[in-house]
């Protein structure tokens, strides 16, 4: 399974773009990145999942460049209410469902 | 719908207690699966369901039992655990179980005394 490794934190204020860059050196060839979202006391959300280059929705872009050795979750103008811990997880190439979550990026986003 | 429900939200039990925790989700998803989260620690996986047949089992020790009734239903058994077992259980779902989304409930903090 691929490893992930992220910034233990960051900070950032509101109205600014935050990326959280995360590096998978392993990555298999049929695994996806996927980041997550956790606020205190609650699950886990699900914020964005690629294979390569960009993909973008409501929430945040993720960019994977070519060698997807790496990725990088970019929030565009946070607010306060972004602060969360931020999980970047690559899936287990043998289907079996198996997330391993790394330690995460907590964000704290200042007024 | 895409919601999933755990119950309860808190727990506190003794060592010598039996307690279940239960899982809910109507998405139609076919897998399920029982993290546990220590504070300030990243969640780790427990167990997969997929199709109602438990798939992965991550060395959880006996007093944990696990169980699927239905496609739409998970429940958590507990039985003589340990202080150190205080946690956040997380319960989650997926249409399937390969790198599909999964959809993670709100959790159930559990304090063994």
């Known amino acids: 399974l691929a490893k992930t490794t992220q910034p233990i934190s960051m900070d950032s204020y509101e109205g600014q773009e935050v990326n959280i860059t995360c590096s998978h050196n392993n990555i298999a060839t049929n695994d996806y990145i996927t980041w997550y979202q956790q606020f205190p006391s609650q699950g886990p959300r699900f914020i964005i999942q690629g294979y390569k280059t960009k993909v973008t929705n409501e929430v945040a872009s993720l960019f994977i460049p070519a060698d997807r050795k790496s990725s990088t979750l970019s929030l565009p103008r946070v607010s306060l209410s972004d602060t969360a811990v931020y999980y970047c997880?690559?899936?287990?190439?043998?289907?079996?469902?198996?997330?391993?979550f790394g330690q995460g990026t907590t964000l704290q986003v200042k007024p | 719908d895409t919601e999933v429900t755990q119950t309860p939200k808190h727990l506190v039990m003794g060592m010598t207690n039996k307690k279940s925790l239960k899982c809910e989700q109507h998405?139609?998803?076919?897998?399920m699966y029982w993290y546990k989260q220590k504070a300030k620690k990243p969640p780790e996986l427990m167990f997969v369901y997929s199709y109602e047949k438990l798939s992965i089992n991550e060395s959880v020790p006996s007093r944990f039992s696990p169980e699927c009734p239905n496609s739409s239903l998970l429940n958590l058994h507990l039985h003589a655990l340990q202080p150190e077992d205080s946690a956040l259980y997380l319960c989650?779902?997926?249409?399937?179980?390969?790198?599909?989304?999964?959809?993670f409930g709100p959790g159930t903090r559990l304090l063994v005394l």
């Open positions: 989650a779902s997926s249409q399937v179980t390969n790198q599909e989304t999964q959809y």
């Open positions: 997880l690559v899936g287990d190439s043998g289907n079996t469902g198996k997330l391993i």
């Open positions: 998405m139609g998803h076919r897998a």
